[in-house]
């Protein structure tokens, strides 16, 4: 993706993106669900977020309103060659690091447990039945708490899907918060289908915009 109006993110601009993040998805259903308990969670989000920015920096785009990083649109565009060895040491380099900070942080090895029974929650296989490869897909669209509702959100999605139009791309993203279902329809979005896994009471919101 390209953009003359989005800053793109740098990976000296790692710690204050992770510390975004951390502070955009401290009480975000997905999280609470498979981290319940606050303190770790505490603990756990800025390692974890770390995991993924090491690997989004090597696989994905990552843009941001501006230079302050008051919000962030995290994405991978499908349609772009890559090295598909590169791309799964990569993924696998991430996991095992994600696998021992979830041990490190919680030795009764529940959290860890979470993460393996709700592992549908935490990709996007399910784009693969989109068969799609012209495809842009939203990985994170995360706003700072206290600068929602300024149109951080819509700035960042309108230029996703400018870029979408300008290449004919269909757009795909999940959501666990079904507050998001509404605004992202706003934007013309659909459902395409909802990801439910037992014990969980926590439901994925597969969505996309149509070519």
């Not at 920015?53 to 919000?71: K, M, P, V």
């Not at 090295?83 to 994600?98: C, M, S």
Request: with cysteine; hydrophobic share 35%; net charge negative.
């Amino acid at each position: 993706m390209e953009s003359q109006t989005l800053y793109q993110v740098q990976k000296r601009d790692l710690p204050r993106l992770r510390e975004l993040l951390t502070d955009c998805f401290q009480e975000d259903p997905l999280y609470c669900s498979l981290i319940p308990d606050k303190e770790t969670r505490d603990r756990l989000l800025p390692e974890l977020f770390e995991c993924d920015l090491s690997e989004f920096f090597e696989n994905c785009e990552i843009f941001a309103d501006s230079s302050d990083l008051n919000g962030v649109l995290v994405v991978s565009d499908e349609s772009e060659p890559y090295n598909v060895f590169q791309y799964y040491l990569t993924e696998l380099k991430a996991r095992l690091k994600t696998d021992e900070y979830l041990i490190k942080e919680d030795m009764s090895l529940k959290t860890f447990c979470n993460f393996l029974i709700g592992r549908d929650y935490l990709n996007s296989r399910w784009t693969d039945q989109l068969h799609q490869e012209n495809r842009l897909h939203l990985i994170y669209l995360a706003v700072r708490p206290n600068m929602q509702h300024h149109g951080i959100s819509g700035l960042l999605i309108k230029e996703a899907i400018r870029y979408a139009q300008e290449h004919r791309m269909m757009i795909s993203l999940e959501t666990h918060n079904e507050k998001n279902v509404s605004l992202y329809r706003h934007f013309g979005f659909k459902v395409y289908g909802v990801v439910e896994k037992p014990p969980f009471k926590l439901k994925q919101y597969c969505m996309v915009r149509e070519i």
